[in-house]
């Protein structure tokens, strides 16, 4: 055996080894939710799907309002990731290929908010969402994420080094105006970054919990994370029902890191291509 086959046979075992397990955890996942409480304390745990999937499933819709709570997530994560990629993406065109007065102060004071716990913001944003009488209301998750500093530091790195000026010279010598050359030059080479960000942006809002928890007093619109905890009981868990709503729950997800990661894979091999 040559040693160039050697290391290809140790890098191909560790990358299985890798995807075992990191898949392992959703396979306990779905074996969870197609058993029941006492199946998975059993010992030795039992690693093989149960029947009791449709009937855990059953029990979910009839403690929660699933679809209810499904619907609220979903236009809380679309609404958030659409504005966070404009807003974001805007800002960082701006950063990145334009000098302004205070341009270098208004990014490190960007930056220092990383430095911020989220947790501290808490308490002053339900203050402004109350005096907005947004308390309850799904515009007090969607307006508050509209942006965030890692986005904004993400695609400024990106597009000063993925944008030439030169473009941007040319598209102003053919009488491009600032909208115009972002919309039209700078969103098509950002692409790569973009579906990141989407990805990324969307997870995030979609099992966002803390602040939900805060600010959702109104039952009507609770988001999934939080309708899903009301499954915990006050004096014990059903483990296999909880486990059956996450495996629904994490569905959508799994569609738009196929969808959104092939679209991120694409635009990067073509611009390899292209380069």
Request: aromatic share 14%.
């Amino acid at each position: 055996m040559t040693p160039s086959l050697r290391v290809k046979l140790l890098g191909g075992g560790l990358l299985a080894v890798g995807a075992v397990i990191t898949l392992f955890p959703y396979y306990w996942l779905a074996v969870m939710a197609t058993n029941t409480t006492s199946d998975i304390f059993t010992t030795p745990p039992k690693l093989t799907f149960g029947p009791h999937l449709f009937g855990n499933l059953a029990e979910v819709f009839a403690s929660i309002d699933f679809f209810g709570s499904l619907l609220n997530t979903v236009v809380v994560a679309v609404a958030t990731t659409v504005l966070v990629l404009f807003f974001d993406s805007l800002a960082a065109f701006t950063f990145a290929k334009y000098r302004f007065p205070g341009r270098d102060v208004l990014f490190g004071i960007l930056l220092a908010t990383f430095v911020v716990p989220t947790q501290l913001a808490a308490i002053p944003q339900f203050s402004i969402m109350a005096t907005l009488g947004w308390v309850g209301d799904l515009k007090a998750l969607i307006i508050p994420a509209a942006a965030n500093a890692f986005g904004i530091f993400w695609m400024r790195q990106y597009c000063a080094s993925a944008l030439p000026d030169e473009l941007l010279e040319a598209a102003r010598m053919d009488g491009c105006g600032f909208f115009r050359t972002y919309w039209n030059v700078a969103l098509p080479v950002l692409r790569p970054a973009l579906a990141f960000l989407g990805i990324f942006t969307f997870i995030s809002a979609w099992n966002d919990y803390l602040w939900p928890l805060i600010i959702m007093v109104d039952s009507r619109n609770l988001t999934l994370q939080v309708a899903l905890s009301q499954l915990n009981g006050v004096y014990g868990t059903d483990y296999s029902l909880v486990m059956a709503g996450t495996l629904l729950a994490i569905l959508p997800l799994l569609v738009v890191f196929l969808i959104g990661s092939r679209h991120f894979i694409k635009n990067i091999a073509a611009g390899a291509v292209k380069g």
